[in-house]
């Protein structure tokens, strides 16, 4: 897919869309877009699907998400909702909810007009036109597993609706939602490309892969362990569904000079300068650019990264110091996350030191020491991760942001292996050995399969694997939620860095106070809104 014609067709569907709305006449009106006189070229008709696609997931949430979970957190202004969510402190009227309902919906009907209306361009190539009509699926697919996974049961439907029948729909329930997204992935998986059989100019476009790898996600969401494995199998062992590989460097997997690599599955298309986001102007430190902090990552985090030597920080041998607290830790917390002292690497080849500890920064500006209540980081952290060399004025970058990648392929198979009492030396190398090896790690006790360890000991050490490759990919609230862990990580205290009182939390840092209820915060409510409008859409338990 040509990046820049994601661009073109966003103002052009949005016209389409309101022209084809009206239907009073049979003769298409001059100089507007209807249902009868658009659909006439295959350009025209790739317009839409590329809207479609840009559509499909935003920026914003990508980044923001991360601050729902323990990972992170959202300290100026409510950013998406996520300083609400994360604190529990939301009901059914918070406009993230309504946001996200909406967005999703509006996805879908871009998807639904171009199913309805691209057989009426006979000029189109029959195989082009069933791809499309593929990639169209799975982007409804991926939009409606999206609301799934959110609300629980909601409306689901396969054709655009009236006005007056979507104020009386009702919701399907959660397993109805479940199989059409599992019957849609399979169907299209049929029809879809592999990745490698793609020009240049169409990389982005969904493939064969995708539909195997979003499978395998929303299997791995449902605890559906068996097939997890023969899902991912599909992509692990032979080359018929896709070539996928992980990229040598972890490091290297999320800069702009190795977009499109190996390890990509399925990611969002940016442009630079003309599809582009500048979150980083609110995340990055302050010393090299940003304005101020908007989402920090957490101690909790910063913990979670064990040390060289394979040993979480707590364990006896481990070798961890609080005075050294960063030395000796795994490879990857460096490339995610910036702390005090970092060496922050500058596109000119300089490197500039983050001072986040008060008092130590020689500058008399001391942008970024932890100070309560300034603009700096709240946690005494930044992040680096997905940080762009090339990014121009305000950090406002087109690099592409990868929705799902092989190395999630490689841990959702480890998990449900282990789930089934079938994880082994052979598995374990196949997937958290290769990470950790791709990472840096060199020290056998971290490389090597520890049987030992039991099912229950190697769930840990797989769950905090995907915690700390997969930190700032958005997708650590979906394992909270799956792993309904809430009541453990989201209620009590989320810190920061050792900067504080000792005589509180060791000194760490108290930054916001949780609260997680069991009995509704798995879910989110229905939003307001729309029950005012829809009297048919049932509420979710206990809002």
């Known amino acids: 897919m040509n990046k820049l014609s994601i661009i073109k067709a966003t103002l052009l569907v949005a016209l389409f869309t309101v022209a084809s709305a009206c239907k009073d006449l049979d003769l298409a ?29 935003r920026s914003d949430y990508f980044f923001y998400n991360e601050g729902m979970s323990d990972n992170a957190y959202n300290g100026r202004g ?3 909702g996520v300083a609400s969510l994360a604190a529990g402190t939301y009901d059914p009227s918070l406009g993230r909810i309504k946001e996200e309902w909406n967005y999703h919906y509006q996805g879908i009907k871009t998807c639904h007009i171009i ?6 361009v006979t000029t189109m190539d029959p195989a082009l036109m069933n791809r499309m009509k593929a990639e169209a699926r799975f982007i409804r697919a991926y ?6 996974t959110w609300f629980g049961g909601v409306p ?33 998986a049929a029809i879809l490309p592999v990745n490698t ?19 395998a996600r929303a299997l791995l969401y449902e605890g559906r362990w068996q097939e997890v494995v023969t899902t991912t199998e599909q992509l692990i062992n032979g080359n018929e569904y896709g070539t996928y590989s992980l990229f040598p460097s972890y490091e290297g997997l999320f800069l702009p000079q190795n977009e499109n690599n190996s390890e990509v599955i399925l990611d969002l298309q940016f442009v ?23 989402l920090a990552p957490t101690q909790e985090l910063v913990d979670s990264y064990i040390m060289a030597n394979g040993k979480r920080i707590n364990q006896e041998g481990s070798g961890y110091s609080e005075e050294n607290p960063y030395t000796n830790r795994d490879p990857r917390l460096t490339y995610t996350i910036v702390y005090h002292g970092y060496q922050w690497s500058r596109p000119n080849g300089t490197t500039t030191t983050i001072y986040t500890k008060p008092g130590s920064d020689p500058n008399s500006s001391a942008l970024d020491e932890y100070r309560p209540g300034a603009v700096s980081s709240p946690t005494g952290y930044y992040i680096r991760k997905y940080y762009d060399p090339t990014s121009s004025t305000n950090f406002l970058s087109g690099l592409n942001l990868i929705l799902i990648r092989y190395a999630d392929v490689l841990l959702m198979h480890a998990e449900a292996k282990n789930e089934l009492g079938q994880m082994n030396e052979a598995v374990w190398n196949q997937s958290v050995r290769a990470l950790r090896e791709r990472a840096g790690f060199t020290n056998p006790e971290a ?37 309904r862990i809430g009541d453990e990580v989201l209620n009590g205290w989320v810190h920061g860095a050792k900067f504080g009182s000792a005589s509180v939390d060791n000194g760490y840092i108290r930054v916001n106070q949780r609260t997680f209820d069991e009995n509704r915060h798995y879910l989110w409510p229905i939003p307001r809104d729309e029950r005012a409008l829809n009297p048919n859409l049932t509420q979710n338990p206990n809002w």
């Open 156 to 188: 689901l439907f396969e054709r655009d609706l009236t006005i007056d029948e979507a104020k009386s729909i009702s919701r399907s329930s959660r397993e109805e939602v479940l199989s059409f997204v599992l019957r849609e992935l399979d169907e299209v």
């Open 115 to 120: 199913l309805e209306n691209i057989d009426n």
């Open 78 to 80: 409510d950013a998406n």
């Open 143 to 148: 939009h409606y597993f999206q609301l799934m």
């Open 447 to 483: 490389l090597n399969y520890d049987g030992s360890l039991g099912q229950s000991g190697l769930r840990d050490v797989i769950r905090n694997e995907r915690r700390t490759e997969l930190a700032m990919e958005g997708l650590r609230i979906f394992d909270i939620r799956r792993w």
């Open 197 to 215: 059989a793609y020009a240049d100019q169409n990389r982005g476009r969904v493939t064969k892969g995708a539909a195997v790898a979003l499978k």
């Open 272 to 294: 630079p300068l003309d599809r582009a986001y500048n979150h980083f102007f609110d995340i990055a430190p302050l010393a090299v650019g940003a304005r101020l902090n908007a």
């Open 29 to 57: 009106p001059i100089g507007s877009f209807t249902d009868a006189n658009y659909w006439t070229t295959t350009e025209k008709a790739d317009a839409v699907l590329n809207t479609a696609y840009s559509q499909m997931f």
